[in-house]
Structure formats: C-alpha cells, structure tokens
C-alpha cells in the first residue's frame, strides 16, 4: 500500500505559469482534484512538494506563496479534494538573492523536502510516491527511494521526449487523474 504521494504543484495539479504567484492566474488541470480526491477518500496524505525560484529571485515575496496554496486549496475543495501538506524550496543557489542564495537540500533534484515530510509525518519513503512534470521531481524522489511517475502535462512531454537522465520513471501518465488510476489500479507492474 502506498503510504504518501508526493506531487509537484505547476504543472502537475495546476496549469503552468511560469513563477506562479497571483490567485488570478490560478488554473487546475481538468482531472486533478478528481485524481487527489481519490487519493484522499483512501486516507493516502497527498503532500505537494515546490521549487519556488521567483521568491529567491525576488519576483514575488516568500509570503506570496502561502496565499498562493491557500487559493489553490480552496480550489480543491470546491471539488471535495485536499492537500494534507505544502512543502516548498524558496532558494537557488545560482540566480537567488540575499538570504535566498543557497546550496540548499530542499531544492528538487535534492531529496530534502520529502526528507523533511517523512520526519514529520513518520513516512517510509520506500512506500512513497513522487508525481511530477520534471526530472528534477523525479531526480527527488529516486534520490528518498520512492517510485516515480512522469505526467505527459506541464513540461512532462518536452522533459520526456528529451529524458537523458540515469534512471527512468517507474511509470509514464498522461496527466495525474491517468496517474493515480494507474497507481490505485496496479501500482506494482512497471510499464516501461
């Protein structure tokens, strides 16, 4: 049984907008809420997992990005669907400003936030779930041991068309309601 499912926000559960932070240009994937939904009924903690880069390059303020997941909440709940924790890295080591330019743990590829998730939620990672639109999720999450799945939605079908990456998803959906069908219906046979 899969204890957590980890996802990434833009891209994956809403449409991508590039440095995301304005309730306005907030938009769900059709089928996301239904996807996590279906994970919640099941009492499978759904945990979003964030690179937010425009808060180290001082796009848009730290704080902007809880006002951002509580209209994203709200969305999907609208839907009866819930989000049971929001990770997010606010750092880059490269491009960020101030105290935000790190070499974190917690930016993605780097498997620091779902490292933290599991402290706190007292998860085997093992038996985790990472869902995203980008190596670097992926690269996350086979880094903390969990199987993988690539959504076709967000940059999935660019990063995939391009994959040059040590290692291969577990498993290859259209979108995350395909996704998490795929996981609830036969999660243990790969596909690839």
Not at 21 to 50: C, F, Q, S, W, Y
Not at 80 to 109: E, L, Q, S
Not at 152 to 170: I, L, N, R, V
């Amino acid at each position: 049984m899969v204890e957590a499912v980890f996802l990434d926000r833009d891209g994956v559960i809403n449409e991508e907008v590039e440095y995301l932070h304005d309730p306005k240009d907030l938009r769900l994937i059709p089928g996301a809420a239904r996807a996590i939904r279906m994970l919640n009924e099941l009492k499978i903690p759904v945990i979003v997992v964030t690179n937010q880069a425009g808060v180290a390059r001082g796009y848009y303020p730290e704080s902007q990005v809880a006002v951002l997941h509580e209209a994203l909440s709200q969305e999907l709940e609208k839907e009866g669907a819930h989000i049971d924790r929001f990770y997010y890295c606010p750092h880059h080591r490269a491009a960020g400003k101030g105290k935000y330019a790190v070499d974190c743990d917690c930016r993605k590829p780097k498997p620091g936030l779902l490292a933290k998730a599991a402290k706190d939620l007292g998860l085997n990672l093992s038996r985790c779930v990472v869902i995203g639109d980008k190596a670097s999720d992926l690269g996350a999450g086979v880094s903390a041991g969990c199987r993988t799945i690539l959504v076709m939605s967000g940059y999935g079908k660019e990063q995939w068309t391009a994959w040059d990456q040590p290692f291969q998803p577990h498993h290859v959906a259209l979108d995350l309601r395909k996704a998490v069908e795929w996981l609830l219906q036969d999660s243990t046979r790969p596909v690839l």
